[in-house]
C-alpha cells in the first residue's frame, strides 16, 4: 500500500493518471464507454494490424523526442522542430532525386544531407540566442515558419510531380529507399532513431559531456562556475537537436510513400508529441523512449477508438496535453527558458 | 501606389486579435507572470465565440461567451503558476496543445465536421466605419492600460508585485492576488482576439485557425518591452507584413512566400531592438 501511495504521490504516475481519469469523463459526457474505448486504443495500437502503424508513428515521435530532449535536458527548448524536420525532409528528397550515385549511397547521401540542413537551420536559431540576444524558445519557432512556407513552396512548383494534382515531389528512383521489414511500413529508420536514442542514454550516463548537460539544466549559474561554456553547449545541443529532427524528415522522405508530400509531415504534430513526450520524462533518456511509444500507443490507436466508438481521436490529443497540464504545475525548472537574462536576474536576486 | 491608405486600412484590420493578446500578454509580464498561453486562450476564444453565435444568433453573446471562456481556461496558468509555483513556459506550452486539442474534439463532437465549420446562418460582428467594434475597443484598451500602468495606483503596484514581488507584499500588496487578476484579464482579452478572429476578420472556425499568432503577441510583447504603446506599434508592425503579404499575393507572389512574411519581418524586428538594446547595461527580458 505504501508502495502505490508513493507512486502516486511522483508527479509523473499521478500526471498521467489524472490525464486518464479526466479523460475517462470526457468519454462518459459523450455517452461513450470509457473501458470499451480505452480498451480499443490499446487494442487497436498492439493488436497485429496495429503495430506496424505503431512503430512507423513511433519512429517520428521517438526521433522528435529525442530531438527537443537533448537540449531540454540542458534547460533548452527547441520549438523549432517542424522546420527543422521538414527541411531535413525536402533537402533528402532532392538528394534522392538528383543524386549521380548509386541508389545505396545515395540513400546514405540522403539521410546525412537531411541531417545536416535540420541541423544548419537549428544552428541558425542557436545563434540568434548567443549573438542576437532572441530567447531561444522564441527564436526557433520564429523560424521555422518561413522553413515549413519554403518546403510547400518547393513542393508545390519547382519540385513538383508533373502532371498530379496533389502537391508533392516526384518518387524517388527505384531502391533509393530505407530497407523496410517485411511487408510492413516500418523501416531502417526505426532502427536509427533507436541508436540514437542508445547514444543518447550513453553520453547521458557514462560521458563527461552528458553530466556537463545535466549539470546546466539542473542549476546554470553552478555550471557556468564550474566551467560551462553555455554558448557552445548551446550551438552543440542544438545542431545535435536539429540534426535528429532532420533524420526524421529524411527517414520520413525516404520510406512509404517515397517521395515528399507537403504538410505530410507536420500534419500529425510530432514536433508537439515529440516535445510532450520529452516533457513528462524530463528529457531523462530512457524516459523519453517510453514516453514517446505511449503517446505513439495514444495517436494510433486513437483511430481504432474512433471507428469502434465514435469517439473523435483528438481525444487522444487531450489526453497528452492534460497530462502535461498537471504535470507542469508540479514540475520545477531552474530559469533558464531565457537564456542570459534570466540568469543575470537570478544572479541580481541573489546578490 | 503600394503604400496607401488601403495598405495602412487592412493592417489596421489585420492587428486588431495581436493588439487584444499582446495587451494581456503585457499586463502579465509587467506583473512577473510570463504568460505563453496567449495562443491557447486566443483559440478557444475563436471556438466559443462561434459556437455561442451560431446557438444563439447573437454575435454580441458569442464575444461575450469568448472572454468568459478564455478567462476560465487562463485559471489553468493561474492556479498553476501562482499558486502552486509550477513552470510557467511549461503550462503555456501544455495549454496550447490543450486548446488545438480540445477546439478540435469539440468541433467534431458539436457540430460534427472536421478541419472547418462555416455556415452562412453564423451571424459575424458587424463593420463600424470599416472596422468591427472589437477594433476600437482595442485602441481604448491600449489607452487605457498605459494610463493605468503610468498613472494610477493599481498599475503602480502592479509593476511593484512584477518587479519586487517580496517589497510588494511587505507593503500589505498581495502579489498572488495581482498576478491573477492580470492572468484573467490576459483571459478575457484573448478571448476578444479570438472572437475578433473568428466573427470579425472572418466568419467560421478552423481547426488551429489561430496559426501563431498568439505567438507573434508575445513577440510583441518582448518587442514593446511590456508598455502598451510600444505593444501597440509591435503590434501595428505584424498588422503591415500581413497586409503587405496580401498586397503582394495579389501581385504574383507565391502565396508560401507572402505567408511566413510576418514571422520573419518579427524575428528580424526583434534582432534589431534586442542588438540594441542589449548594448545598454540594464537588460529587460521575461519575467519567470
Known amino acids: 500500500m505504501t508502495r502505490i501511495s508513493g507512486a502516486l504521490r511522483s508527479p509523473l504516475a499521478f500526471s498521467v493518471l489524472a490525464g486518464l481519469v479526466i479523460g475517462a469523463l470526457i468519454l462518459l459526457g459523450t455517452g461513450a464507454d470509457p473501458v470499451t474505448a480505452y480498451e ?85 536559431a542557436a545563434l540568434c540566442e548567443n549573438r542576437l540576444g532572441v530567447p531561444l524558445l522564441v527564436s526557433s519557432l520564429l523560424l521555422s515558419y518561413p522553413a515549413v512556407s519554403l518546403a510547400s513552396y518547393l513542393a508545390r512548383y519547382p519540385l513538383k510531380e508533373p502532371g498530379s494534382s496533389l502537391p508533392q515531389t516526384r518518387a524517388l528512383p527505384d531502391g533509393v529507399a530505407l530497407p523496410a521489414f517485411g511487408d510492413s511500413t516500418v523501416t531502417l529508420g526505426l532502427v536509427l532513431v533507436a541508436l540514437a536514442a542508445a547514444a543518447y542514454w550513453f553520453t547521458d550516463r557514462r560521458t563527461a559531456v552528458g553530466y556537463e548537460i545535466r549539470m546546466t539544466g539542473l542549476n546554470p549559474r553552478f555550471s557556468a562556475y564550474a566551467g560551462v561554456e553555455r554558448r557552445g553547449l548551446t550551438l552543440k545541443l542544438m545542431s545535435v537537436s ?108 541573489t546578490v | 501606389m503600394f503604400l496607401d491608405s488601403d495598405l495602412l486600412m487592412s493592417a489596421l484590420r489585420a492587428l486588431t486579435p495581436i493588439l487584444l493578446a499582446a495587451l494581456g500578454g503585457a499586463l502579465c509580464e509587467r506583473a512577473g507572470v510570463f504568460n505563453i498561453g496567449l495562443e491557447g486562450m486566443m483559440l478557444m476564444g475563436c471556438f466559443t465565440s462561434v459556437a455561442t453565435s451560431w446557438f444563439t444568433g447573437s454575435p454580441w453573446l458569442g464575444v461575450l461567451a469568448a472572454a468568459l471562456a478564455a478567462a476560465a481556461y487562463s485559471l489553468i496558468l493561474a492556479v498553476g503558476a501562482v499558486t502552486l509555483r509550477g513552470d510557467a513556459v511549461v503550462l503555456g506550452i501544455a495549454m496550447n496543445l490543450l486548446a488545438v486539442g480540445l477546439t478540435s474534439f469539440l468541433l467534431r463532437t458539436v457540430f460534427g465536421v472536421q478541419g472547418t465549420f462555416d455556415d452562412p446562418s453564423l451571424a459575424g460582428l458587424p463593420l463600424v466605419g470599416g472596422f468591427s467594434p472589437l477594433a476600437y475597443l482595442s485602441w481604448a484598451a491600449v489607452a487605457v492600460a498605459a494610463l493605468l500602468l503610468s498613472r494610477h495606483v493599481w498599475g503602480l503596484r502592479l509593476r511593484g508585485v512584477g518587479e519586487a514581488p517580496d517589497a510588494a507584499a511587505t507593503l500589505g500588496v498581495s502579489p498572488a492576488r495581482y498576478q491573477y487578476g492580470v492572468i484573467l484579464l490576459s483571459g478575457v482579452l484573448c478571448g476578444l482576439a479570438g472572437a475578433q478572429l473568428a466573427l470579425g476578420n472572418v466568419t467560421l472556425f478552423t481547426e488551429n485557425m489561430t496559426a501563431g499568432r498568439g505567438w507573434i503577441a508575445v513577440v510583441a510583447v518582448m518587442l514593446g518591452r511590456a508598455a502598451p504603446l510600444g505593444v501597440l506599434l509591435a503590434a501595428l508592425l505584424f498588422g503591415l507584413a500581413e497586409a503587405a503579404g496580401f498586397r503582394l499575393q495579389g501581385l504574383g507572389l507565391p502565396q508560401q512566400a507572402t505567408d511566413s512574411a510576418p514571422y520573419v519581418v518579427t524575428l528580424g524586428a526583434l534582432f534589431l531592438t534586442t542588438a540594441r538594446r542589449r548594448r545598454r547595461p540594464r537588460t529587460t527580458g521575461a519575467v519567470q
Open chain 1, 242 to 349: 536539429g540534426g535528429l529532427a532532420g533524420l526524421v524528415g529524411a527517414i520520413g522522405v525516404l520510406s512509404f510513400p517515397y517521395r515528399f508530400v507537403d504538410g505530410s509531415l507536420t500534419a500529425p504534430g510530432y514536433t508537439w508529441t515529440g516535445l510532450t513526450a520529452a516533457l513528462l520524462a524530463a528529457a531523462a533518456p530512457l524516459g523519453t523512449v517510453i514516453a514517446a511509444f505511449f503517446f505513439a500507443v495514444l495517436q494510433v490507436g486513437g483511430l481504432a477508438m474512433e471507428r469502434t466508438t465514435e469517439v473523435p481521436r483528438e481525444l487522444t490529443q487531450v489526453l497528452q496535453a492534460i497530462v502535461i497540464v498537471f504535470l507542469a504545475a508540479r514540475l520545477r525548472f531552474p530559469s533558464r527558458w531565457f537564456g542570459r537574462s534570466a540568469i543575470r536576474r537570478k544572479e541580481k536576486e
Open chain 1, 40 to 124: 480499443a486504443v490499446l487494442t487497436g495500437a498492439l493488436g497485429g494490424d496495429g503495430i506496424g502503424s505503431t512503430l512507423t508513428t513511433a519512429t517520428s515521435v521517438l526521433g522528435l523526442a529525442l530531438a527537443l530532449a537533448i537540449p531540454l535536458r540542458a534547460g533548452l527548448i527547441n520549438l523549432g522542430g517542424d522546420g527543422q524536420m521538414v527541411l531535413g525532409g525536402i533537402t533528402a528528397a532532392v538528394t534522392g532525386l538528383y543524386s549521380p550515385l548509386p541508389a545505396p549511397l545515395t540513400v546514405a547521401a540522403a539521410l546525412l544531407a537531411g541531417m545536416a540542413a535540420g541541423a544548419g537551420y537549428a544552428v541558425l
